[in-house]
T-cell receptor, first 115, second 116 residues
Framework: KAGVTQTPRYLIKTRGQQVTLSCSPI?????VSWYQQTPGQGLQFLFE???????NKGNFPGRFSGRQFSNSRSEMNVSTLELGDSALYLC??????????????FGPGTRLTVL | AQSVTQLGSHVSVSEGALVLLRCNYS??????LFWYVQYPNQGLQLLLK??????LVKGINGFEAEFKKSETSFHLTKPSAHMSDAAEYFC??????????????FGRGTSLIVHP
């Protein structure tokens, strides 16, 4: 099985712009979660989508949004970029919605740099 | 609410030496605990997970972890380090979120450095 893929792998944007990141989960997986990884804050949960519905949301401002398509592919969008949005954005897929023992499979991430 | 503390942002060992990466957790419910590894320019990969079936959990690449409820710990060990073990290691605890889901909370990570 192919793993989780994320595109693009690297992005450079300027403050005020918006950006869209894409994630294709493992075939058959219906849950996609997004995480932000920074040296200062570590790994932080953004949101989870399951069957095209947002199931869970972390503590991020409304500038961060996402969606999931019927084929389980997911996109996340960040509007009005700020310098502090520079991070590695990780996507993870799971066969079911997040439960206690879930194993998540992570993609390689998209490195976003905001200038 | 749950939390994870990884003691030591960097751990340095010699090749062939014991690897010990420390993780302490806090959880209001019986925890589900995970160790993930992240190699440079890659995503996280699951090493092992504790789901209450056994306190000593064996994972991939020769790693294992022991769940100690009395110490609220889930330390990761490997008897003999290899150069290929050099990576970032994350401990995570899964706890209840709104709507009945469980969201993992990750520690800040420990960078394992292996010297020849």
């Amino acid at each position: 099985k192919a793993g989780v893929t994320q595109t693009p792998r690297y992005l450079i944007k300027t403050r005020g712009q918006q950006v869209t990141l894409s994630c294709s989960p493992i075939s058959g997986h219906r849950s996609v979660s997004w995480y932000q990884q920074t040296p200062g804050q570590g790994l932080q949960f953004l949101f989870e989508y399951f069957s095209e519905t947002q199931r869970n949301k972390g503590n991020f401002p409304g500038r961060f949004s996402g969606r999931q398509f019927s084929n389980s592919r997911s996109e996340m969008n960040v509007s009005t970029l700020e310098l502090g949005d520079s991070a590695l954005y990780l996507c993870a897929s799971s066969s079911t919605s997040l439960v206690s023992y879930n194993e998540q499979f992570f993609g390689p991430g998209t490195r976003l740099t905001v200038l | 609410a749950q939390s994870v503390t990884q003691l030591g942002s960097h751990v340095s060992v010699s090749e062939g030496a014991l690897v010990l990466l420390r993780c302490n957790y806090s959880s209001s419910v019986p925890p589900y605990l995970f160790w993930y590894v992240q190699y440079p320019n890659q995503g996280l990969q699951l090493l092992l997970k504790y789901t209450s079936a056994a306190t000593l959990v064996k994972g991939i690449n020769g790693f294992e972890a022991e769940f100690k409820k009395s110490e609220t710990s889930f330390h990761l060990t490997k008897p003999s380090a290899h150069m290929s073990d050099a990576a970032e290691y994350f401990c995570a605890v899964s706890g209840p979120h709104s709507g009945g889901s469980y969201i993992p909370t990750f520690g800040r990570g420990t960078s394992l450095i292996v010297h020849p």
